[in-house]
């Protein structure tokens, strides 16, 4: 049972890089079976999806988050890193990594998530 776990600093200052690691258990990220993707979840508002990445395949980022997001891994921890650079208080959400099978933009594509991890920005 594949097992996922978010990390990060919970607060971030304005203009930052935030950098969030999802350790991934009870599979190997180098299984080209899976797809990891990164979500968030403003408070009140609904899931955004932010990015996905195949170990040796594409990385596909949304539109609006392109330009400062950036999906890697580390294959001696078995993480998958998210960096959100130039942070605002608008990206104050709990964020959520993700494991599937395929690339979706949709949260309900996903068998296995992560519990979440706040995030704040903050000066």
């Known amino acids: 049972q594949v097992q996922l776990q978010e990390s990060g600093p919970g607060l971030v200052k304005p203009s930052q890089t935030l950098s969030l690691t999802c350790t991934v258990s009870g599979g190997s990220i180098t299984n080209n079976g899976y797809v990891w993707s990164w979500f968030r979840q403003p408070s009140g508002k609904g899931f955004e999806w932010i990015g996905s990445?195949?170990?040796?395949?594409?990385?596909y980022y949304s539109p609006s988050l392109k330009s400062r997001s950036s999906i890697s891994s580390d294959t001696s921890k078995n993480h998958i890193t998210l960096q959100l650079s130039s942070v605002t208080p608008e990206d104050t959400a709990v964020y959520y990594c993700?494991?599937?099978?395929?690339?979706?933009?949709?949260?309900?594509?996903?068998?296995?998530w992560g519990q979440g991890t706040q995030v704040t920005v903050s000066s």
């Open positions: 990445s195949r170990y040796s395949g594409n990385s």
């Open positions: 993700a494991g599937g099978s395929g690339y979706s933009r949709a949260s309900r594509s996903y068998d296995y």
